[in-house]
């Protein structure tokens, strides 16, 4: 009953391999999400999503790739891990916007992945 | 554009005294949602508040206040009393409403209390 589960917790990888991140949620949100955190910069979007297959990029997305086959996944691929990528990634997910609900956005643990 | 500055790096005040972090945004929308959110050393992101464009009403929850200005575009939050187990960092959010939910975030502000 966790809500927003992210996996790996903690990863730590090589230039150049790929990697993926993992996110489910279990509420059935409509929006997913994938920031990330570094210092003095707070959270950066990477991709959003809408709705299954329906996905957009943030702020940051170069080198990530995400999919959403499955309302409840939000996986986030790393291509081509790069040094700049160390970094600590956040999924959120929220329900579909209603004016006079005002949308609580919940987040995961994080992961914290070093690319070495 | 969307911007959320948190101007405070890193605030240290000794326990039971007084904190106010500030937060200023910018949008253009007229409808926007303002958000805290408290990162503990342990982590994770936990919500405290959200606000809507139109309700400018300050609001109290124990020993958290929050204090919504449009004329300054402001949204700054007190922490009355601090205790040691305050100590985060804290963020600040922007959410323009209609169209999506994506946050813009401020840089944070560290927290630390001091017993």
């Known amino acids: 009953d966790a809500g927003i589960t992210q996996s790996p917790r903690y990863k730590i990888t090589e230039t150049g391999r790929q990697v993926t991140l993992m996110c489910h949620q279990t509420?059935?949100?409509?929006?997913m999400f994938w920031y990330r955190q570094d210092l003095g910069h707070g959270l950066r979007l990477i991709y959003y999503?809408?709705?299954?297959?329906?996905?957009d990029k943030g702020e940051v997305p170069d080198g990530y790739v995400v999919s959403r086959s499955k309302t409840e996944n939000f996986p986030l691929t790393l291509e081509s891990a790069t040094r700049s990528q160390t970094s600590v990634y956040f999924c959120a997910s929220s329900e579909s916007i209603r004016q006079e609900a005002g949308n609580t956005i919940y987040f995961g643990e994080g992961s914290w992945l070093t690319v070495v | 554009a969307q911007k959320v500055t948190q101007a405070q790096t890193e605030i240290s005040v000794v326990e039971k005294e007084d904190v106010t972090l500030d937060c200023v945004y910018e949008?253009?929308?007229?409808?926007?949602?303002l958000f805290w959110y408290k990162q503990p050393p342990s982590g994770e992101l936990v919500f405290l508040i959200r606000r809507n464009s139109f309700d400018e009403q300050n609001e109290i929850s124990g020993r958290y206040s929050w204090n919504f200005q449009k004329s300054t575009s402001s949204f700054n939050f007190t922490i009355t009393a601090s205790q040691v187990v305050d100590s985060a960092v804290y963020f600040c959010a922007l959410s323009e409403g209609f169209r999506d939910d994506k946050l813009i975030f401020g840089t944070g502000t560290r927290l630390q209390v001091f017993p």
């Open positions: 949008t253009r929308d007229t409808t926007y949602y």
């Open positions: 509420w059935s949100h409509s929006y």
């Open positions: 999503s809408a709705a299954a297959d329906i996905t």
